[in-house]
Structures are given as C-alpha cells and as structure tokens.
C-alpha cells in the first residue's frame, strides 16, 4: 500500500450517504481485523464518524487506510500504557505511549474536564499521541460538561516556513475554541494558522486547478501557483508574521512544553508510517459557571450570535457564526447518513476485500 | 481638549529620548495632578513608559491626554474597590470597578500567578476595566515567577465588521502569549487579529499615504485605500473568516464569559470620555515547571530559537522571533532613552502647562 495522501474529499453531488452506526461499525470492523482492542477500535471509529457527519472529511474516514498502514507498520501502538508524568490541581502532563490520537485525546480531555469541575479550569499537555483528527472535536467535549473548550496541536507534516524563511519548521498548528449556548449552536471555531490546509493544495492537484495567489510562496519567494510543484514552496500564514507567530506559539505550548515534537523533529506522517511522531497537543476545559450563572452565559452568546446575524451584510454575502454550518451538516448527516466521496467509498471496499471483511 | 486620536507616532529618526525614571515621574506628576493617588499614578505611569520602551508608541505615553481626559470627564473611577466577585482554586473573576486598566489588568495578572502557583494554572477574567495599553505588557507579567502568559483582550472601539457584513461590531481583539526562554529573550507574541491596527491607518492619514490593499474595505466590500474615508470601512481580519472568527472567539472568552462589554456595547473610547466602557480581558498563567523541569524547557525554547533564525531566509529577507525585537528596543531604551515623537513631546509640554507642574 502507498502512503495514502491528505487530500480532501469534500462533501461532493456525487457523494454517497451511509447511516452513521453502519459507517461507524465498518471502520471499528476494520480497526478491530488490524488489531486494535475492539473497544479502542469502537471509540476510534466513532470519533472518525463524526468527523466526516461535521464535514471535515479530511481529517475523518478517508484517513483510514492511513492509520491500518501506520497501525500495520509498527507505528502505532495498539496496547497503549497512557499515564499522567504530571498530575496536579489544575494541570496534568499525559503521555499517550504511541497510542491512536483519538484515545489519546480523549482520555486527555476527560482529565482536563476533571480538573476543571474541581478548580474552574484543567489545561492538559499531551506528548507521545498522533493524529487525532479534527481539533473541532476536542474542543468540543468540554460542551458537554457546560464548560468552554480549547484545544491546540502540532500539525503531522510541516508545510509552513518561518515568515521570511525558507525551510519548513512549522505545520499548520491549529486552534480549536467551542463555547456553549443556548438555543443557537455551539460557537466552534477550528483554524489552520495557514492560509490554506495542505490538503486544498492537493485537492487542486487532483482537479488539475492552479493554487490561488496568496495560498504558497516558492523558496524565492514568488507566488506558487503550480500544484505540482507544492513540495518545493511553502504554505503562507494568515496575516503574514502573525500567523506565523501563532503557529510558533502553539509548537510552544503543544509541543516544546509537552516534551512533544516541533520544528526539525516533526515526522511528516504521510510520508513515514513507522516513526513514532510524538505527537503533541493541549486541551482546555473553563468550567462557565465559576464564571457567570450559566443560562445567563447562554443567552449572552446567544444575544451575540443575533446581533451579528441580524447586522448587515455586504452585496451578495452572509454572515456565518463558527460552527453553525458543521451543526447543520450534523444534523444532515444524522438524517441523510454521512456522505462520503466515491473514491474514499472505493478505498474502503478494497480494505474490506483486504481483511475479509463484509463489505460497506 | 478635543478627542485624542490613537494614531502611532513611532520610532522615527526625529524622536526625543527620555530617561526612564525621568519620563515615568513626568506621567506620574500629571496623573496625580488629575486626582489619581499617588501610588496608583506610578504605577500607570511605570506601565505606560515600559509600553514606548518596548516599541508599543501606540499604547504608551501618547495615550496621557486621553487618558486624563477621561479621569476628568468621570470616565473612570479613580477610587475604584476592585473585587473578586468569583473566587476559585485556580479562575476567578474580578470587577475593577471602573478603575485604570493597567491598574485592574496588574491585579488580575497577580491573582493569575497566585492560583497557578497553587494548582499549576490560573485564569483571570476581568470586566469592569478599562484601556490598558499593549497586550504583550501582560502576558509578560507571569515571566517573572517563570510562567507562560497569555491575555486576551476586547479592544476599546469597533473598526471590524464580521465577515460578509458592514457593521463594525468587532474590535481589533488581541491576544498575546509570552513563554520564557534561557539565553533568548522571552518569544513574545502580541498581534490584532485585523490585517492592520486602526491606529496605522490614522497614520497613513497624518502621512497623506492611501492605505495598502488588503487593509480596509467599504461598504460595498470593495477595497478603500483612501484614509480619509476610513471611518465609513471596516478593517480586514487576517485570514479572512478564520481572523474574524479568532476575534469573535476573544470577544466571547475576554468579554461574554466575565460580564464585559461586547458587540455594540462596546464604548468608543475615542470619542466618548465619558460612559464607563466595561472592558473586558482575561489573564491566564501557567507554571512551566508543572509540565517539565524549568531549565529544560527553557533550554528547548531557545533550541527552537536558533532552529528558526539558523534556517534559510527568503532572498533579502530577515527571520524574527516574535519579542526579540521588543527585548531589543527595551535595552536600547534603558541606555539612550525612551524615544517619544516631537508631536506627542508638545503635547506633554501643554499638559505640564494646564497642570502647572515643571516641564519634561
């Protein structure tokens, strides 16, 4: 099997639709015939779903002959010993022992929530986990809890340069912040610190489209515009210097504080199935009611989500609150099934075929 | 006294240089002129000369006017009871009643270090504060006792509109983190999550230069690059949506969650010295050394460092980590002065004549 690229597969007309628990019992079917404990594979495969229901299907299914190959090739480890290397109040260091990211995060945000019912906060740093998905869905779990959640990680491959530089040091590290409300959706922004996800480049690629100006420079410089030659040029930051800062300043926080990999030590997973990535990331959970009375705090987000839906609009635009377009595409792929593209539909009945398994 | 702009004046080549106890005196005498208590009066005033020491002109001594203007015009408390009106193990959240907001924002951040002495993490929301200057300012402030710093503010007037609307119901909202290093000055990053702040653009008319593409655009979402008609535009997010999510996001963390103003709400404190604003910031601190040992961390920070400046540059270009600049203005500060521009000079000058205290 070839190292399976990140590309998108986006939420296309051609797209076919699969009921969630069917989708969600295939990839735990598939997880479990590549070894993982079935209850691991069961929580994996969940978080994998939901995913691709919130429309981040670059980060959901699709990435599951990625994960069989890292799992196959010794990467992963299938019997984590997770433990806290540091456990105080309101603070806890996690090593997730190679795990799958999934676990690893999950586990690390039911710490952080732990600790957050006890003191008002609980900031957990993770070393030794790897890809776990959207960084949505960790922010996410403190809203279950009534609590607002954060989450920051260090990207799986550098695509990003130091602004003014030429070397890639950096990923993409994103930034995930869920607020609960009352009667409008979770506000839930998730944000690449680069203008564009790596994997739009690729998508480009495929659809033989050249790059927008201001997606990647080439080691001169210049726009790169050429999707082929994406490798030789460097992803831009939002903002220039200020997007690079973030990205720098979340490789300090998820990384270089967590023991994790940043910078030159950075595996680039799509490329290497084997190496242990050390993996870093942190996640937050702020307790709303040590704060303000929490229906109050509801209704305050809520007023804000409507005044800013109700103010005007430029010619021909819309306003859009994060994370209300991911809660209506929950809410379709919970009555339609989760749309997958055919091609990531394809790939799975290969592995299907592969391990002897019932097909989709 | 008309309305002060908060155009930058900048480190140009025609700027006087101060002495430090000098300059910090001067502002202290005028502050306690207008009826501040003495001690609180050194303390803004050492504040505010530390913000033009370390290149942040923009929210340092060129803001006195203004500020006294406010004082006067019972704009703020000078008397205020700050409290925590919540208390807990490792958040709280305090009311400033009013008072100045580099008074307010040292408080918070001093309970902030407090709790993460205590539980590895402290988090401080405010509401009842006021403008405080530069972001960075506290961010450092846990430094001191060997934490990681991170601040979050709503800026004191709205220049941003959402994305795809035309009412500026957002601030520039900053964040800033600071991180210690071992040999490398603290990375200290401060940034609007605008493209460029409201003050360069008030420059740029002072100049007679059109504002760059890409920094403002009208009504009609088309660019404007004419100063002179800035107030009509709304500032550009960095990142497009992502830079106006990031300022929703502060906006609901530094302002909703404590209580503070937000949306339309929020006080023009350009325009209007009087109505108390209700600002809004948080102050977090963590303790590194809950996460690793101090020195080892420090020692991975400043590894990151020289990864990054030792890496290729961009033909012409030069790589920065964000702070070095700052630590470097700071120490050219302390041996030739603060540098202050001759328009914001004059204006000390009329204010040491309205009060009758001697000269700068």
Redesign the interface.
């Known amino acids: 099997m070839t190292p399976v690229v990140a590309a998108r597969s986006g939420p296309r007309e051609d797209a076919e639709r699969f009921p969630i628990p069917h989708l969600e019992a295939f990839v735990a079917t598939i997880l479990t015939a590549a070894e993982l404990p079935p209850a691991d594979a069961q929580t994996v495969a969940r978080l994998m779903v939901s995913a691709d229901a919130r429309g981040a299907d670059g980060h959901g299914v699709f990435r599951l002959p990625q994960y069989v190959q890292r799992i196959q090739a010794g990467g992963i480890n299938r019997h984590p010993q997770m433990r806290l290397v540091?456990d105080?109040?309101?603070?806890a260091?996690l090593d997730g022992d190679n795990g799958m990211g999934h676990l690893v995060m999950s586990r690390a945000a039911a710490v952080a929530m732990e600790?957050s019912a006890?003191?008002?906060?609980g900031?957990v740093?993770v070393r030794y986990s790897n890809h776990a998905g959207p960084a949505a869905m960790y922010a996410a779990m403190p809203l279950e809890k009534n609590m607002?959640g954060l989450y920051l990680a260090i990207g799986n491959a550098n695509h990003m340069?130091?602004?003014?530089?030429?070397?890639l040091?950096l990923s993409t590290n994103p930034?995930a912040?869920a607020?609960p409300a009352g009667t409008h959706p979770p506000?839930i922004?998730d944000?690449?610190t680069s203008?564009a996800a790596f994997g739009k480049v690729k998508r480009k690629l495929q659809d033989g489209e050249p790059l927008p100006l201001g997606w990647m420079?080439d080691?001169?410089?210049q726009p790169l515009t050429d999707p082929a030659h994406a490798h030789d040029g460097s992803l831009l930051p939002?903002?220039g210097?200020?997007?690079y800062?973030?990205a720098?300043?979340i490789?300090?926080?998820a990384g270089?504080?967590?023991?994790a990999a940043?910078?030159?030590e950075v595996v680039d997973f799509n490329a290497d199935s084997h190496s242990i990535t050390n993996t870093g990331h942190c996640v937050v959970a702020?307790?709303?009611a040590?704060?303000?009375d929490l229906d109050a705090?509801k209704a305050?987000?809520d007023a804000?989500c409507e005044?800013?839906h109700g103010?005007?609009?430029?010619?021909g635009?819309?306003?859009?609150?994060?994370g209300e377009h991911s809660a209506a595409l929950v809410a379709e792929s919970r009555e339609l099934g989760v749309p997958l593209a055919p091609a990531v539909v394809r790939q799975l009945e290969l592995m299907a075929a592969e391990f002897g398994v019932n097909p989709l």
Chains 1, 2 share one sequence.
């Open positions: 540091q105080h109040p309101a603070t260091l600790k006890s003191t008002g906060i900031w740093g607002i340069a130091p602004w003014g530089g030429t070397e040091l930034i912040i607020v506000v922004l944000m690449a203008v420079i080691g001169m410089g939002i903002g210097p200020k997007g800062g973030l720098l300043m490789g300090l926080l270089t504080l967590n023991g940043f910078g030159r702020i307790d709303v040590r704060f303000m705090f305050a987000v804000v005044q800013i103010s005007p609009t430029l010619p635009a819309e306003i859009r609150i994060p």
